[in-house]
T-cell receptor, first 115, second 111 residues
Framework: GAVVSQHPSRVICKSGTSVKIECRSL??????MFWYRQFPKKSLMLMAT?????????EQGVEKDKFLINHASLTLSTLTVTSAHPEDSSFYIC???????????FGQGTRLTVV | KQEVTQIPAALSVPEGENLVLNCSFT??????LQWFRQDPGKGLTSLLL?????REQTSGRLNASLDKSSGRSTLYIAASQPGDSATYLC??????????FGTGTSLTVIP
């Protein structure tokens, strides 16, 4: 079964509103989680690294004030898209490495549509 | 910075054919390479993981090879089936478990 759960799987919101996406590690503690974004017909690109108990680190070109990341516990990271615009419409997916394992575990992804 | 490229971008084959998907990466100092499957609008399904010390891994009809020195990996799918239709992604992690993904190959297997 899934070891990383992401919610919601699909969300439609109005321009200007904020949307929160959750990523949970189900049977292990994850001090680090990763958020990726995928534009249509493009590959996944790393947006930011979520660090439990400290600030997230963002990749170049990703606005930290727009994509708020909170990693308040060892099993939960949240990505909040603030003041969403239609160009934020995309597929967002999280990943969490399980300690001691090389295999990557990904959430189911969230399809965000901003209208 | 690691760059990962996949060829071809799209592939259409009749059912039953064997096929090869290609992945290349620019920095050969990798720890492992992973192949994923992504169905439309869905998340990622891990298919195979090859450690940097390995040359290949097999799972059912799938076989992945790795040539670290030349920066290449291939995913071989035997006796393709319509259910294999999906996008296939290769990815390599850095030391911090951040993944660099390839551009993907969209596979269509025609019944």
């Amino acid at each position: 079964g899934a070891v990383v759960s992401q919610h919601p799987s699909r969300v439609i919101c109005k321009s200007g509103t904020s949307v929160k996406i959750e990523c949970r590690s189900l049977d292990f503690q994850a001090t680090t989680m990763f958020w990726y974004r995928q534009f249509p017909k493009k590959s996944l690109m790393l947006m930011a690294t979520s660090n439990e108990g400290s600030k997230a680190t963002y990749e170049q070109g990703v606005e930290k004030d727009k994509f708020l990341i909170n990693h308040a516990s060892l099993t939960l990271s949240t990505l909040t898209v603030t003041s969403a615009h239609p160009e934020d419409s995309s597929f967002y997916i999280c990943s969490a490495p399980r300690p001691g394992e090389a295999e990557a575990f990904f959430g189911q992804g969230t399809r965000l549509t901003v209208v | 910075k690691q760059e990962v490229t996949q060829i071809p971008a799209a592939l259409s084959v009749p059912e039953g054919e064997n096929l090869v998907l290609n992945c290349s990466f620019t920095d050969s100092a990798i720890y492992n390479l992973q192949w994923f499957r992504q169905d439309p609008g869905k998340g990622l399904t891990s298919l195979l993981l090859i450690q940097s010390s390995q040359r290949e891994q097999t799972s059912g009809r799938l076989n992945a090879s790795l040539d670290k020195s030349s920066g290449r990996s291939t995913l071989y799918i035997a006796a393709s089936q319509p259910g294999d239709s999906a996008t296939y992604l290769c990815a390599v992690p850095n030391t911090g478990n951040q993944f660099y993904f390839g551009t993907g190959t969209s596979l269509t297997v025609i019944p």
